[in-house]
Structures are given as C-alpha cells and as structure tokens.
C-alpha cells in the first residue's frame, strides 16, 4: 500500500473532493523519505539560480527507494507533489529526482534529462540493480 489514509480523508474521497493540502499531507506522513527528498530538491532549486536541481544519493535502503518509486511512479502522488511545491519533478534510475521550474520544461536541460540518451548515459553496473 503506497498511502496509509485517514479515515476522514476516505470518507472525504469517497464523497468526491480531497483537497490539495490534506493530499499532500497524507503523501507527507505516508512517503516521508520522498517527502524529504522532494522537499529538499525543491529548496535548492529555489535557492540556486539554475533551471533544475537534483538528487542523486542512492536512498538507504529498499524501503526508502520504495518511497520514492511509489511517489514518482503514481500519476496522482507525483501531480501532487509537483502542485504542492509548485515544480515540475523528473525521475531516473530508481533515485535520480529532479526539480525544474515550470517554465523550464520546453527548455534544453528539461528534455535533456528526460531523454532516452540521458537515462543511458546514467546507467552504471551499480545502478543495474535498482
């Protein structure tokens, strides 16, 4: 299970609206390394002056690469982070998260990074088994 949901946000899903904040409170308590990862990337985006930063530190252990992979992997969870944070996330080999400004995506570095060429220039015998 990606998510551990409160009861009153089921009954709120169940009758139609689930507000953006509380959503990504639950990602927040459900997801906290991807939570803190996301967070982090996002706050040394905003603190550089450059089109993207990223993450690249392989997480600690199978549980936190979980994380990430059930929060990047769901069109719902990541939409939400990307609205909660105002960005635009990119993910590659189990680990690799990047946060670009929005405006940045038709941008050279955005389509660089989301490239196939890209993903194959990452790829390495230690990260083959993520």
Not at 54 to 83: F, M, N, T, Y
Request: with cysteine; hydrophobic share 40%; glycine share 6%.
């Amino acid at each position: 299970m990606s998510l551990d949901v409160p009861t009153a946000l089921l009954e709120k899903a169940e009758s139609g609206h689930v507000p953006d904040t509380e959503f990504a409170d639950c990602v927040r308590q459900s997801l906290p390394y991807a939570w803190n990862v996301i967070s982090q990337v996002t706050a040394d985006l905003r603190a550089g002056g450059a089109e993207f930063a990223d993450h690249a530190v392989p997480p600690p252990s199978e549980a936190e690469r979980g994380q990430l992979l059930r929060a990047l992997a769901s069109d719902a969870i990541r939409g939400g982070l990307e609205r909660h944070f105002s960005v635009k996330l990119a993910f590659q080999n189990c680990h690799r998260v990047a946060a670009f400004h929005p405006s940045a995506v038709s941008g050279d570095q955005y389509q660089a990074f989301i490239s196939p060429r890209e993903q194959l220039l990452n790829q390495s015998p230690t990260l083959r088994d993520c």
